[in-house]
């Protein structure tokens, strides 16, 4: 009969070529979905910066962040810590433990004697280096909710202004 293929055998072959295309599309779904989820992960503690003109420090890699909210409640990253036990936190974070180094995102309401709390906690904690991240300026003049006295210049973006 005319169906065996090749040499004379039994007419099936084994495939040794592996299909790739369903591994590309799952590749693509992935692509796809860490593209969308991706700018939400990056959302931090929602927090009113101060504006200031200065130009802006570029970082290179991903640094500790203490973020301070108008209710005065203290985060490292994302995570809320007691300001009692921030001190500890910090000593036991290996990041700012190798770097030496943070970065204070305080809300604009914040009394100065809390960031200045949080600030000698990191540095009790053995952290060197505080840099303060405000917003960039908006025009001419910095916004000035509430005709509240303008806070002092921080840099545009993140900086490392204030060292300890």
Do not use: C, W
């Amino acid at each position: 009969m005319g169906m065996g293929g090749g040499k004379g055998g039994g007419g099936r072959t084994t495939m040794s070529e592996i299909n790739v295309t369903p591994m590309v599309d799952v590749m693509l779904v992935l692509l796809i979905i860490f593209m969308v989820t991706a700018p939400l992960i990056q959302q931090g503690v929602k927090v009113n910066l101060p504006e200031t003109k200065a130009t802006p420090v570029e970082a290179t890699e991903k640094k500790v962040v203490l973020s301070i909210d108008a209710g005065k409640k203290v985060y490292i990253g994302d995570a809320e810590v007691p300001l009692e036990e921030l001190e500890t936190k910090l000593a036991a974070n290996a990041k700012a433990q190798a770097d030496k180094e943070v970065y204070l995102h305080a809300d604009r309401d914040v009394p100065y004697g809390v960031v200045v709390e949080v600030m000698a906690a990191a540095q009790r904690a053995g952290i060197k280096n505080v840099g303060m991240i405000t917003d960039p300026s908006t025009g001419g003049k910095a916004s000035n909710p509430g005709n509240k006295t303008p806070t002092a210049g921080g840099a545009k973006g993140k900086s490392k202004e204030a060292k300890r």
